[in-house]
């Protein structure tokens, strides 16, 4: 604050600034410049003042945006006065009060919204420049990724009005909803900034919500005029290629009053009244206060069979499976009592290294009966894991499913020992053994340690390092490097064996790279949990698969493509400690 009165020539008293002017005066008669040439340069500024205003071509003055000073000379009320009254400074301008109006939008539209009130506080001519629309279109757009032009905005992918109308009634005409939206036309860049995107920025991003062991995935975006929380469903299975389906859970927008409203968007009556509230740093919950828009006139049967109709894509009579009837009607009794009255945490996409196998992200795969899930794939020096973000009865989101040994690949045979589960069965299970093998010494090894004596541990201390050392000259030849990623391996041939259950007969018949890896298995409740291993096969960026040898299954998994912005983890140290804490929720 000092040092932007200081440049204002806001002084502590008249004498003080008295003081400033007589120095600059002194300063000036011992300068080099004529009068002749002084003159020169003031016809020159003056004359590059009415070009921006004027809008001509041999302008050199920077501007915040197409003619400034002329654009709210013509706007709202009080704002272009003052910009066209001081639209031409002293020549050799010695604070940023001198500066040209057009100039000082520049400068202060730089800053983040956050600063903008204290520049307020400067002095009057700087509480004036702020009413520029410019300063805070630009700050919506750099922040928030707003659209630029706030009179033509719709919701991103889905027209809000469409959508009010579809789940109201599909025959109601455009012209009846266009009365409930807010009067766009009063409202400014200023107001949206301060009234919404300000306010409700903490929750931007993506969530996991608190739904038992089924969780979520919830992606909050500034779409429009509208902040929307969507939700990510998986493609119908078995159709993990395809894209993913969303669902609009709430939404915030505002009226004319410039008063943030939250609206409850779940169920088949349109938005109602709900709330938000936050909980605690990098939590939220929300809350739907008319929960009987819900509800439906059939009752829980129709309930059940919308909700059947949406999630599934078909109808209870057409799954024979009696135990995927069982499930499905369970996820629906547990989901249903939350009535969109749920707990969110925050979750972040990895972090991308240059050593890394592939890109990683979120991926959909097969789980058998349990159809398609969301997994967050993420490497850790010389391991690849796989979390979930949606799961089911018996392993929850939240809980390691895949985790591969990078410094273990495995080479496949030819295609007709590849059919054979057996020949199969013995590649991998001989690495599981050797594995099995070296996590014991290493459990007796460090146990002998703790019980010798210091010359025993010494020694103990010499022998891990060589272990050390050999198990690093491994990872540094298996563990793929930049060298990797510039020349593909060549693609080898690739197969299920015979007696593998696929829920996807399609997938694809050549593979990179394969590696020794683990999946985790329990029994109803989360209950007797063991990781079994199995073969982690790459096909390309954008798939790999998993085989459960002792389940005799495969799953197919595909990258979610989706764009999602304020995702990434800060760091590696947040994002390990967010897995951790994924973990926690549901154990």
């Known amino acids: ?35 002749e040439e002084e003159e020169r340069i003031v016809g020159q500024r003056q004359a590059g003042n009415v070009g921006v205003c004027g809008g001509g071509p041999e302008s050199g003055v920077a501007t915040a945006g197409p ?29 940023l009060s001198e500066l040209p109006p057009e100039l000082l939008v520049e400068i202060i539209s730089l800053l983040p919204g956050t600063a903008l009130p204290n520049v307020a506080l400067v002095c009057k001519k700087f509480r004036q420049i702020l009413n520029t629309e410019t300063i805070w279109r630009r700050r919506c757009i750099e922040e928030f990724g707003m659209q630029q032009d706030l009179r033509k905005m719709e919701v991103g992918g889905v027209c809000s009005r469409d959508l ?40 931007l991003g993506l969530w996991q919500p608190d739904i038992g062991p089924y969780g979520g995935l919830l992606n909050v975006v500034v779409d429009g005029l509208f902040i929307i929380g969507w939700m990510y469903l998986p493609p119908h299975d078995p159709r993990v290629e395809d894209p993913m389906r969303r669902r609009p859970l709430f939404r915030i927008h505002m009226w004319e009053s410039n008063k943030a409203t939250v609206e409850c968007m779940y169920g088949h009556k349109g938005p109602h009244k709900g709330d938000i509230q936050t909980v605690k740093k990098d939590e939220f919950s929300t809350k739907c206060n008319q929960t009987d828009h819900h509800r439906m006139p059939g009752g829980r049967q129709e309930e059940f069979r919308t909700w059947l109709e949406e999630e599934w ?28 009255c749920l707990t969110y945490r925050r979750i972040y996409l990895p972090p991308t290294m240059p050593t890394d196998l592939l890109q990683p992200g979120l991926f959909k795969g097969t789980y058998g009966s ?62 599981h053994e050797e594995v099995q093998r070296e996590a014991e010494q290493q459990a007796k090894d460090s146990s002998a340690t703790a019980r010798s004596t210091a010359e ?100 197919l998994y595909s990258r979610l493509t989706d764009h999602l912005a304020h995702a990434h983890a800060p760091n590696m140290e947040r994002f390990e400690a967010m897995l951790r804490n994924m973990q926690s929720w549901t154990s």
């Open 1 to 35: 604050m000092a040092v932007c009165a200081r440049l204002c020539g806001v002084g502590q008293s008249r004498r003080c600034r008295r003081r400033q002017r007589h120095n600059q005066q002194d300063q000036g008669s011992d300068s080099d410049m004529d009068e």
């Open 67 to 95: 003619s400034d000073a002329c654009e709210y000379g013509s706007g709202r009320v009080n704002r272009g006065s003052f910009l066209d009254r001081t639209s031409t400074g002293p020549p050799n301008p010695q604070s």
């Open 164 to 203: 009010y109308v579809k789940r109201v009634n599909p025959r109601v005409k455009s012209g009846r909803f266009m009365k409930l939206l807010p009067d766009y036309e009063h409202m400014d860049y200023r107001d949206v900034y301060t009234h919404l995107l300000h306010p409700y920025r903490h929750i």
């Open 313 to 340: 894509g078909r109808t209870l009579e057409e799954i024979f499976h009696e135990h995927m009837q069982e499930l499905i009607l369970m996820k629906f009794i547990y989901t249903s009592q939350y009535d969109n």
């Open 370 to 431: 349990h159809g398609l899930e969301i997994i967050m794939f993420s490497f850790h020096g010389t391991s690849a894991r796989a979390t979930k973000l949606t799961g089911d009865p018996n392993v929850p989101a939240g809980q390691l499913t895949l985790d591969v040994d990078l410094s273990r690949p495995l080479v496949l045979p030819d295609l007709e020992h590849q059919r054979n589960i057996e020949e199969l069965s013995r590649l991998v299970l001989g690495v």
């Open 456 to 555: 025993a541990a010494c020694d103990g201390a010499s022998g891990a390092e060589d272990m050390e050392a050999d198990h690093g000259a491994c990872s540094d030849s298996c563990q793929p490097g930049p060298s990797s990623s510039t020349h593909p391996p060549e693609a080898q041939p690739f197969t299920l064996p015979l007696g593998v259950m696929a829920r996807n007969e399609v997938y694809p018949r050549t593979c990179r790279k394969c590696f020794y890896g683990t999946g985790l298995i329990a029994g109803h409740g989360f209950t007797s949990p063991e990781r079994t291993p199995g073969l982690f096969v790459l096909f390309d960026e954008d798939r790999f698969g998993f085989i459960w040898l002792e389940l005799k299954s495969f799953s």
